[in-house]
Structure formats: C-alpha cells, structure tokens
C-alpha cells in the first residue's frame, strides 16, 4: 500500500478540521470511490470507456439505434456491479453522515454501494442500474426479471408492448433526473464545505457542482488519485485511495473532538 507522506498527513488533519467546523458540508462522489469495491472506473487506468466506446456503448442515441450493444458491455459489467460490496470509502462517508458532518451524499455512482454502508441522504443523479422500465409503455422491471430476460434475449424487451427495456440510469445524451439535478444544484450553492470524492470532474452538468459551492464561499477537499481540473481552487487536494483517506479523516475528526471533550471537562 502507498505510504503516507508528511503533506498528506498534514492535510488529512486540515480536512478533518474543516468538515468539523462547518455547518453544511455535503459529499459529491464517482466512480472512482467504486473501484476498491472491484467495480471499473470510467476513464483510470482500466476504466470502462478504455475498453468500450462511450459514443457507442454509452449514448442514448446508439441505445435506440441498437440496444444489444449496451446490453453485451453490460453483461460483462453486471456480475462485478452486482456482486460488490461498499469499502471503507463507503462506510467512512456513512461515518460521517452519522456524526452529522455532512448533510447528504451526491453521487454520479449507479451501483447503491452508499446505501448498502448505510448512508441515508443519497441523490444519485445519474440513476441507479437496479432499475429498469420500458421505452414504450413506461412499466417497470426489476434486477431479477431483466437478469432471466437477458439469458434469453439479446435486448431484453417488455413483456407488455415489445419496446426495448432500459436500465434507468443515465446515458450519454439524455437528461438528468430533474429533482435529483435541483436538489443537488442546491446543495451545492447552500454547502460551506464540499468533499469530492472519487471522481475526475470532467462531465456536466456535475462536474459544474463544486463551482456553486466555490460561488457562494465554499471549500473544496477533493480526494482523487489523479489530478483534476478544479485542484487549483480546492484548499485541499489529497491524491491518494478514497477507502484509505476516507477513514482516515473519520480517525482524526474522533481524536479531535475527543480532544476537545477531554478539554472542556478539566
Ligand atoms: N481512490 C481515489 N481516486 C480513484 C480511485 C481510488 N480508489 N480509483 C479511481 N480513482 C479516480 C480516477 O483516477 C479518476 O480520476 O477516480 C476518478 C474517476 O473518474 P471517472 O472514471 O471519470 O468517473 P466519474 O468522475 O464518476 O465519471 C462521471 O461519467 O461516464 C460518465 O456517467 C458516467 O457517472 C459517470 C460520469
């Protein structure tokens, strides 16, 4: 494992001190908290996109014109995806929930790790793969029921009027889940403090999210093990293993309010 330098340690404390100081501090995470869960990022190293086109595999418009594509990336992703348990990225910010550190989690993730660690609080702004609806009548179908379907169907299609079955989650090309957009624009604008976890921020209209915080006085704590764009105007930028600085900074806000209780009672 990638020892600690003194730097991160540094700033492992920093971030623990702002996330107990603030007063609305919210959590935006990608894919990248995912893949100490085994589960693919999208543009690291090995990401999904390396191996399948986005434009191809991933947009709404090669979906319609044929949607056996999606289903064949799919069906290699799916037993990872549906298989993976949360990590210690996952329980940490479910940690920090818990203490009331921060008030909600937005997530670009489709894969429910969040909720399986027990957080609450979770927009998931580009869907969720555990579910699946119909492109023409609009019913809906469970994991199970679309799992058999594809053993048997190129493109799963709905039982009710033939049209082809989609998972909601976002493709390329297509809109994001209005409320959950809102909610997540307004966190964002009311945050003092915002912990990017995990992603690269290279895709609107999430990636704008932190420049509504920055707007209104906010401060970023990006935790990514490559850099991003919005590192300049982070106070701090740790690039390291979320599932590694993420307890980490739970370990430190514990040993600093300990502290300060061990204070007020001498
Ligand atoms: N710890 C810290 N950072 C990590 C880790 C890890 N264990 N693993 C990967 N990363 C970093 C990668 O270096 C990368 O910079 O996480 C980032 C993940 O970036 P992306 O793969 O671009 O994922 P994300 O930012 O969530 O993508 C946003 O793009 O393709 C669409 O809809 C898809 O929601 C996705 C959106």
């Not at 543009?43 to 418009?61: F, H, L």
Request: proline share 6%; charged share 25%; glycine share 6%.
């Amino acid at each position: 494992m990638k020892t600690l330098k003194p730097k991160e340690i540094e700033s492992i404390r920093k971030a623990s001190e702002l996330l107990l100081k603030s007063k609305n501090a919210v959590v935006l995470t990608g894919a990248g908290i995912s893949t100490e869960s085994g589960i693919p990022d999208f543009r690291g190293e090995s990401g999904i996109w390396e191996k399948y086109k986005p434009e191809i595999y991933g947009s709404i418009q090669s979906f319609l014109r044929d949607p056996s594509k999606f289903w064949k990336m799919a069906e290699d992703i799916a037993p990872t995806l549906f298989s993976a348990e949360p990590n210690p990225g996952h329980y940490a910010i479910a940690s920090l929930e818990k203490m009331n550190i921060i008030k909600a989690i937005i997530t670009q993730n489709i894969d429910e790790l969040h909720q399986k660690a027990g957080s609450i609080i979770v927009y998931e702004v580009h869907g969720n793969i555990n579910r699946f609806s119909c492109l023409g009548c609009r019913a809906s179908y469970n994991k199970e029921q679309v799992l058999r379907k594809v053993k048997k169907e190129k493109s799963p299609a709905c039982n009710y009027c033939g049209a082809p079955l989609k998972p909601s989650v976002v493709l390329f090309g297509e809109q994001l889940p209005n409320f959950e957009k809102y909610m997540a624009i307004d966190l964002a604008k009311k945050s003092d403090v915002m912990l990017i976890a995990g992603s690269s921020l290279t895709v609107a209209p999430i990636c704008d999210l932190p420049l509504y915080s920055l707007r209104e006085g906010g401060k970023l704590i990006i935790i990514n093990d490559e850099p991003t764009d919005l590192d300049e105007r982070a106070e701090i930028v740790i690039n390291h293993k979320t599932g590694i600085i993420l307890p980490l900074i739970v370990e430190e806000i514990e040993k600093i309010k300990a502290e300060q209780e061990s204070i007020t009672y001498d």
